[in-house]
Each structure stands twice: as C-alpha cells, then as structure tokens.
C-alpha cells in the first residue's frame, strides 16, 4: 500500500504567468492528526499527559465529533496555511512556524477559502485534493518557505483548531506583489 | 532555460528520498488453547479502501458524501461523531475488526470482506473479543496508534482457511463501512479453543 500525501505550490505574478512550482511528497502529518482519528475510532479521550496540543499551544482533551477534520471554511484557522519559517519539521510541531497572517498588510496574504474534493478513483488509486490560493495585496514580495494544514478538532461542544500537516518547502517560492501562490495537498492511497 | 523551469522540483527525484508519511501495520498471531503461539504474521496493511478516503473527504469538506456500506449500498453520509468508530465490545462484528476466508486480491472499490466469519460457537464461527487499543505515542519521529482484537474458536473444530482481515467501522449511525481490507500471505488455521488476535498499527511520521 502507498498512502501518501502529496502537495504542490505554484506561485503566479499578477499576470497570472506561473514563474516556479514544486511539487512533492509531503514530509508529514502530525501527532495531532493520529490523535484526532484516535479519538474518532475509539472515543476515548487521551488524559491529562497525552491531550492534543492546538495552535496556540494548549493542551486540550478532544473528544470525537462531527466537525473535527474541517479543512473548509474558515479564513484565520482552517485550511492551507503558509509562513515563512524554515525549521525542520518535528512530529510534535502545533503550528507553523511563522504563519503568514490573513491581510493586505505588509507580509500578509488574503488567504480566500480553502476547498475539498470529493474521491476520485483511477485503477486502484483513491484520491482527493484539499487546495487554496492566497494572493498577496501587500504591495511587496512574501517568501514563502513552509506550507500546512490547520483542522478543527472538538472539546465536547467548542470548536479549537490544530496543525494536522507541516512542510517546508524544498526551495523558498517568493510569491510578488499582485501574485498568488495555490498551494493543494492531495492524500492518497494505492491498493 | 527560463525562470519557470529552473524552479521547477522534481518529484520523481525527492519520491526517492523519503518514506511515506503514513503506514498502516498489520500483527495477525494464532494461538492455542494454552496461550502458546502458533502462527505470526507481521506486515504493512495493503490498504485503506476507498470507504475511508470518502469519509475523511466528508470530514475535511463539512459536507454529506456518497459513501457505500457494507452492504454495498451508497448511503449519503454527512460528517458524524461516529465517523471510523471501531472500538466495538464482545459480539458485535458490525464494527472492529474482522477476519475472513476470502482470498481475492484487494482492490481499493473493495467494501467489505469477501467471506467473514460470523459471531457464535457454531461451524466455522468465532467469538469476537472487545476491540481494544493503544493510545497514540510518539516514539523518535513516529507517532502510532493500535487496535487489536482477538477472536475465540469455540466450534469444536478447527477453522481453517482464515485468509482475510480488515477494519469496519461506523460511518454515521446505523450505517457500517469497511476501512481496511488485508490478504494475508499465507492461510491462517485457528485450533478449537484457540484464538486469533489481530493488531492494526496506525502511525505518521516525519
């Protein structure tokens, strides 16, 4: 079995003219990732030693839920998320290092939404692409040098958000002033 | 060569590099009615099937996805808090794990075991244990998971042929999907009081 998590960022100028791409297999998921489907598959929530660590750091006790996993929707905490540190990726990352913030400011991106495909299946592939285009209105060109994941994951009732995926990119993608970067994470299995 | 292409990275290159990100892991042990150990199979799952992606698809969109059961009915399933529910007690074989005499190859359309073996002390039956379970850990740069379940022969005879397993798990209440589908390499024979445990390692690693 090959079950895998691909992504690829294309940064275009505002021309919409691609000027660099990249496209590989992700380094990782999380921790946090398998302790959500833990915690889906089992109910269990992890005690005090073991709780899942959200974005801002807090540890939370997840409980299983029908929104835990959202990628969609919101702008600030879910969905693909770029930043702009380089720090190699450690299985108990809970954020990205220096995410980008939603905004026309200088080093902001207008993040729009953030979309999820349905499965589509060729011979005996499964896949689906979670994708999102930022376009930088700062006025001045942002590096971007690591992409991920934020999801939302459920304590009882109230919603929280955690890092499920982290990446830094194999070359630093300068993303110009009036461009876009669209970055889309298929997952994968083969059978 | 132009600025586009001098930036381009090229992924049958770094594919090479590095491992999957995510692993499933299959433990099948066989043992007597002492506890002694028979037969051990230890290898990487075959697969997630197709159930499991659509599910997740759900999830990550917040939207209702056509996901087929293990009846092989399309059932249209929103996000649930049910959703991948594995961990099933005694006698239930709606979820948990599942073993079979089914030898067709896997194929990622697959959604259910070709040929389960049923609850009970009948032929051919097993009793199914309550699905148990590790809690994530993170060992180096891996973090993993279990769940394990062991079956009892109480036939009377032995059950031979065993050569499937797999994972069903709720979609949302009452519906049931299979996750996981496993052709062990090799026939698996379960004596008349002995057992088989099957474990599922889940793990990520960076």
């Known amino acids: 079995m090959k079950h895998e998590l691909w992504y690829s960022v294309v940064v275009r100028d505002r021309q919409g003219k691609v000027v660099s791409r990249e496209r590989r297999r992700s380094r990782s998921f999380l921790k946090q990732w398998n302790q959500l489907m833990f915690a889906q598959m089992t109910d269990i929530r992890l005690p005090t030693d073991d709780k899942l660590k959200d974005i801002d750091g807090v540890l939370i006790s997840v409980y299983p839920h029908e929104k835990n996993f959202r990628m969609e929707s919101h702008t600030s905490y879910s969905g693909i998320f770029c930043g702009t540190g380089d720090t190699a990726v450690a299985i108990d990352d809970y954020k990205l290092e220096a995410k980008i913030e939603n905004g026309t400011g200088p080093g902001q991106f207008s993040y729009l939404m953030s979309t999820v495909g349905a499965v589509s299946i060729s011979d005996s592939h499964a896949q689906f692409v979670v994708s999102r285009s930022p376009v930088n209105n700062s006025g001045d060109t942002i590096t971007v040098r690591e992409v991920g994941i934020y999801t939302s994951c459920y304590v009882t009732t109230a919603q929280w958000w955690m890092c499920a995926v982290r990446d830094v990119l194999e070359t630093p993608q300068d993303v110009p002033a009036g461009g876009a970067i669209t970055v889309d994470y298929t997952l994968e299995v083969v059978a | ?206």
Request: proline residues 4%.
């Open chain 2, 1 to 206: 060569m132009n600025q586009e292409s001098e930036n381009i990275i090229d992924e049958e290159i770094v594919e090479k590099e590095l491992e999957p990100t995510m692993g499933l892991d299959y433990l099948v042990e066989v043992t007597d009615k002492d506890g002694k150990v028979l037969q051990r199979i230890s290898a990487p799952s075959r697969s997630f099937v197709r159930q499991w992606y659509d599910l997740m698809s759900a999830h990550c969109d917040n939207v209702a996805r056509i996901v087929k059961d293990t009846g092989g009915i399309n059932r249209s399933a929103a996000p649930h808090e049910n959703g991948w529910y594995a961990r099933a007690a005694a006698g239930i074989t709606g979820y948990g794990h599942r073993v079979g005499k089914g030898t067709t190859a896997v194929t990622i359309s697959d959604y259910a075991l070709e040929s389960p073996i049923e609850e009970g002390a009948g032929l051919d039956q097993l009793e199914h244990g309550a699905v148990s379970y590790a809690k994530p850990a993170v060992a180096g740069s891996t973090c993993s998971f279990w769940l394990r379940r062991s079956m009892l022969n109480s036939s009377g005879s032995t059950i031979t042929g065993i050569k499937e397993i797999g994972i069903y798990t709720r979609i949302a209440a009452p519906y049931l999907m299979c996750g996981v589908r496993d052709v062990l390499p090799s026939e698996v024979y379960i004596p008349n009081g002995g057992a088989i445990t099957v474990t599922y390692t889940f793990k990520v690693t960076v």
